[in-house]
């Protein structure tokens, strides 16, 4: 007596399984952006260069600071995050290299044909980096604050967490990188060139607006104060910035600036071959 074998059960339709499996997705572009950023090394030595300038900066301020000297009027959270000024240079970098250094290496090529819309790599590319520099910054920026105010407990600087305006600062800090960094992130994939993109943002984001505040008229002095390295000063510090923006202006002027910058490089991706 014979028996039938069990019959198998096979997909109905085993293309659609397969695609599915392959399907390109939000969360799948950004797992792969995020693979990119964290398996590069330049990455992580250009994070942790930009975190040793503000920690051993802070700290060293902390330290040798004496009352006295005539900066007792300085903001304490301007004093001890002063690395600031340096890191965002790095942090700058480290935004070109994520888009104009794939298109150095011809990686761009793969990650344009994985996702043929191209503009959902950009936006992953921003959303992953944003996220990193803004974690590691904020970080960075409370353990630098913390010990230095420790420091600085016996000075006519001595101040503390709970003191007005302290937390927003250091809160600040994160998103004023945060920010820079996707400027420079959107001119990267605009210009795609790292030597150029890094040379656009010294030049235009970095000095330009030192050398127009300097000329003698009020409304380029009213409009200067709104640049991003300015909107970083008024951000960072505790106090309100004398003729200075206020922090609510200042975030949104680096906001609009970083929104601006991206929404180029989304109209130039969209236009241009790869």
């Known amino acids: 007596m014979s028996t039938a074998a069990p019959a ?3 997909p109905a339709n085993p293309r659609s399984h397969n695609a599915s499996s392959y399907r390109v997705t939000p969360a799948r572009i950004l797992r792969s952006e995020w693979h ?3 398996s590069l090394r330049s990455t992580w030595i250009t994070l942790l260069s930009a975190s040793a300038l503000i920690l051993g900066i802070g700290l060293l301020m902390g330290a040798t600071y004496e009352s006295g000297g005539g900066d007792a009027d300085m903001d304490t959270v301007v004093l001890v995050l002063i690395g600031v000024q340096l890191a965002q240079l790095a942090i700058a970098v480290l935004g070109v290299l994520v888009t104009a250094g794939e298109y150095a290496t011809g990686m761009i090529r793969a990650s344009m044909t994985a996702v043929p ?8 590319k921003a959303a992953v980096f944003g996220a990193v520099v803004f974690a590691v910054s904020l970080v960075t920026a409370f353990a630098t604050y913390l010990p230095a105010a420790l420091l600085l407990s016996d000075t006519d ?4 967490l709970g003191d007005p305006g302290v937390i927003r600062a250091l809160l600040g800090c994160a998103t004023a990188l945060t920010l820079l960094g ?7 994939s605009a210009l795609r060139s790292v030597p150029g993109a890094v040379g656009v943002f010294l030049g235009g984001v970095m000095v330009l607006p030192e050398v127009l505040g300097m000329l003698p008229y009020d409304i380029v002095h009213d409009a200067t104060k709104y640049a991003p390295t300015k909107a970083t000063e008024a951000l960072t510090s505790a106090q309100p910035v004398v003729e200075g923006a206020s922090p609510g202006g200042a975030l949104l002027a680096l906001a609009l600036t970083a929104a601006a910058t991206l929404a180029l490089a989304s109209t130039l991706l969209k236009r241009r071959d790869v």
């Open 8 to 10: 198998t059960a096979t």
């Open 36 to 38: 990119k950023l964290r």
């Open 117 to 124: 819309r191209r503009l959902p790599v950009l936006w992953a």
């Open 157 to 160: 600087q001595a101040t503390s």
């Open 182 to 188: 996707l400027i420079a992130l959107g001119l990267g």
